[in-house]
């Protein structure tokens, strides 16, 4: 069975600090792995990875994947409150489909 | 301004009485996909598309139906809705017929489904 396992599940820290997101995954067919920010409502797009070992950047954050080890993270450096938000990890799989993580519960305290 | 719309946004319904959601994006995207999301389950796809009358099931399709007709719509329609399709649904769209593992996908607002 398919499945995308995300750690932790939940994170309080204070603002300035880094943390480090995680995401495992067995899956058939893998073509991409998508992170994405979920505020109130409805997710956004954060990175796209495809190949293994080359990080992706926007801003404070990055992600790389690591197709050996079948995982991904997700680092955000100098966390600011706005950063607060439940972050998925995606499969997307070769039909088109995708397999969600459970989501990483992500809050910041000023 | 590109975008995903959906309608209603919100919706108290009761057991059996069909109902649509409609989906409608302003990119000329090709994929469209509905997903709903609970919680303790996180988002769940229910329905894909990858161009107009082209369509194919998710991890949980069963009780819904799916239709494109034309590139912009992707309604969703619960025939007998019941209790279990309780939740927030989702439209998403991007814009190859790859969908998300080779395009951006943008959400709309969700639509939050009660059934009583």
């Known amino acids: 069975e398919d499945k995308v396992v995300q750690s932790p599940l939940s994170l309080v820290v204070h603002e300035g600090d880094t943390v480090t997101l995680n995401c495992s995954y067995e899956?058939?067919?893998?073509?991409?792995l998508l992170w994405y920010k979920q505020e109130k409502k409805a997710p956004t797009f954060l990175f796209m990875l495809?190949?293994?070992?080359i990080e992706k950047k926007s801003g404070r954050l990055s992600s790389i994947l690591d197709k050996k080890e079948l995982s991904s993270i997700l680092n955000i450096t100098a966390t600011q409150t706005g950063d607060s938000a439940i972050y998925l990890c995606?499969?997307?799989?070769?039909?088109?489909?995708?397999?969600f993580g459970q989501g990483t519960r992500l809050t910041i305290n000023p | 301004e590109a975008q995903v719309t959906q309608n209603p946004r919100y919706l108290i319904t009761v057991t059996g009485k069909k109902l649509t959601v409609t989906c409608s994006q302003n990119?000329?995207?090709?994929?469209m996909s509905w997903y709903r999301q609970d919680p303790g389950l996180g988002l769940r796809q229910i329905y894909y598309?990858?161009?107009?009358?082209?369509?194919d099931k998710g991890d949980v399709p069963e009780g819904y139906k799916v239709s494109r007709k034309e590139k912009r719509n992707f309604p969703l329609i619960l025939e007998s809705p019941s209790p279990n399709q309780t939740s927030l649904y989702f439209c998403?769209?991007?814009?190859?017929?790859?969908?998300?593992?080779?395009?951006?996908?943008?959400f709309g607002p969700g639509t939050r489904l009660t059934v009583l």
């Open positions: 998403a769209s991007s814009l190859g017929g790859g969908g998300p593992s080779t395009d951006t996908q943008y």
């Open positions: 899956v058939t067919n893998f073509r991409s």
């Open positions: 990119m000329n995207h090709e994929y």
């Open positions: 598309s990858m161009n107009v009358e082209v369509t």
């Open positions: 495809t190949s293994s070992g």
């Open positions: 995606v499969i997307a799989q070769g039909a088109q489909k995708l397999v």
